[in-house]
Structure formats: C-alpha cells, structure tokens
C-alpha cells in the first residue's frame, strides 16, 4: 500500500506539474495577444494621423524625391565609368595571369568558334587534332582530372581505348560568351552523343561494344589563348544538370568511359578516388591522372591534383 500511495503521489504530482506549465502557456497566450491587438490598435492610430501629414506634403516630397533620384543615377554612372570589370583582380593568381594584357587582337570568339569546329570535325572523322591549336605552356583541368600537358592528354587518349569504342563523337556546341573580367577567355556549352559500336581496349582490358547510345549532360567548357592565339587553358567538363542525358551525371569522356561499361564513381573531393588516382600513379602503365610536377608550366601554381579538394585563396 505505501508503494501504491507513492504511485499515486507521483502521478499526481505530474499531473498538476502538467497543469501548471498549460495554464502558464494559456496566460502568457493572452497576455502576448493582448499586448498584439494594443501594438495594433497604436499603430493603426499612428498610420491615421500620419496619412494626413503625408497626404500635406506628397508634392514637396515628390519634387525631393526626384532630386535625390536624379543625383544617385548620375552617382552610378560616374562610378561606372571610372571602374569596369576589366579592372578586377582575380583572387586566384594563375587566372589574373591569364589575362595577359588584356586587350587581345584578334576576335577571341570567332577563334574559340574556329577551334570547337575543329575539334568536331577530328571527332566525327576520329582523327587527331590539329596540335598547332595549343601553346607550350598549355594545361587542361577538369573536375577530377589534371593540371595535364598536351603530350599526356594524347597518351591518355590512346590509353583508354576509347577512339576505337567511338568511332563518331557528335558534340554539339552552343552559348559561346567572352569572360568579361578576361577578353581572352572564351565559355561554351556541350552536349556529347556517340554510339558504342567498338571494342574498348582500356590498357589492356577489353570492354566489348555494348551498342549503347550516349548523351552527356550539357557542360560548360572554356578555352583561354595567349595574345599569340594559342591555347594555354582549357577547362572541361564541369557539368550544368546531372540529371540530364544517360551517363548518370557524367560528361566527356568520362560519360563515353561510363557508355563503355568502365563507371568511375568520381567528384571533386573524393577522397577514396583521389587515393586511387596516386596509387594508379605508382603502380604505372595506366596513364596519367595529372602531369608530372617537371612538366607543368610555372603559371600553374595551383596545388590541387585529379579529384582533390579545390585550395582555399
């Protein structure tokens, strides 16, 4: 009976703590409520009396209001006119080189539009490109993928097989546009489409032609050229909606890679990806992920390699 009685107390006790903390809830309710329809009611009276007051001074207050209008226009455009894109300074160091001095002599669009031509035309005869295209200096970056020279990109290339897994590559390129903090800078999109209709010989393993169409999801691509015309960078790949196409989010050659049966799980930061890139690295013969430091001009300055984190600036 004690332990019954102390079930009760205890209950009891509950209860009315519950009770308690309601009815504080329900006052502290009123009281917030009350305090609402006073602030209300105080600031309805307020609106009433100064409508009048404005409804007295709405032409002196247009005729101010104009003024200050007119002067913060003619403020902006004097700013504007004194300050342009063109004068920012890039907070990564490598991209404020790239723009060189800043007033190319040629038209850099109509190059970029000459170049992308090309490199279609090499892809649906599944031939080489022209590699008077590129400066000494050039690098390639990709999400997970370089800093990379030309001469281990063409090796790469023939590496993975996938020329012979491709015969015709149709990429369709679209939204040329000149950076306008760099002239020499070029963006555009692109779309891969292609058929894998052959054996791909990816150093030394032979994935069968599946048959299987492919459509990447549309990328963006950039190219910058030096104030000769030559190309020293070219971003690609970076994909715009990887819910777009049938390579589960991938474009270039890595959505012809995922076409071909190789799937590569790879983004940027992928530290699992990043560790199979070096030991790839070590273990040799399967071509290279990034260049060898020798290699890689000295405008790059970047430490990020293949599918590392982006540094901070």
């Not at 609106?47 to 913060?72: G, L």
């Not at 990564?92 to 279609?120: G, H, T, W």
């Not at 032609?209 to 000769?228: K, L």
Request: glycine share 6%; hydrophobic share 35%.
């Amino acid at each position: 009976r004690p332990r019954l009685m102390n079930s009760i107390s205890i209950t009891t006790l509950f209860h009315f703590i519950s009770f308690l903390f309601k009815c504080h809830y329900v006052i502290k309710m009123k009281v917030t409520v009350s305090k609402f329809c006073l602030l209300m009611a105080s600031s309805l009276s307020c609106n009433v009396n100064a409508f009048s007051t404005i409804s007295s001074n709405s032409k002196s207050n247009r005729s101010s209001s104009t003024r200050r209008a007119t002067a913060t226009v003619d403020e902006v455009s004097s700013s504007a006119s004194t300050t342009t894109v063109a004068d920012v300074v890039s907070k990564n160091p490598m991209f404020e080189y790239l723009k060189f001095d800043k007033s190319p002599q040629y038209d850099v669009l109509e190059k970029a539009k000459e170049y992308i031509r090309c490199q279609s035309d090499a892809s649906m005869s599944n031939t080489e490109m022209d590699e008077s295209w590129y400066a000494e200096d050039y690098v390639l970056r990709g999400p997970v993928i370089g800093p990379i020279v030309r001469k281990d990109l063409a090796a790469d290339q023939s590496g993975l097989g996938i020329r012979q897994a491709f015969p015709k590559v149709k990429i369709d390129s679209f939204g040329y546009s000149i950076d306008p903090e760099n002239p020499y800078r070029c963006f555009y999109f692109q779309r891969w489409r292609g058929v894998n209709s052959g054996d791909m010989d990816n150093y030394g393993t032979v994935y069968p032609a599946t048959g299987n169409e492919m459509e990447t999801p549309v990328s963006t691509f950039s190219v910058v050229f030096n104030p000769e015309g030559k190309i020293v960078y070219e971003q690609v790949g970076a994909v715009v909606d990887r819910l777009e196409g049938n390579t589960q989010g991938k474009a270039a050659i890595f959505g012809m890679l995922h076409t071909a049966g190789l799937k590569i799980p790879a983004s940027p930061g992928d530290k699992v990806f990043a560790f199979i890139q070096r030991a790839g690295h070590v273990a040799g013969g399967l071509g290279r992920s990034w260049s060898r430091k020798a290699d890689i001009p000295k405008w790059w300055t970047s430490k990020s390699k293949g599918a590392d984190e982006t540094e901070q600036y």
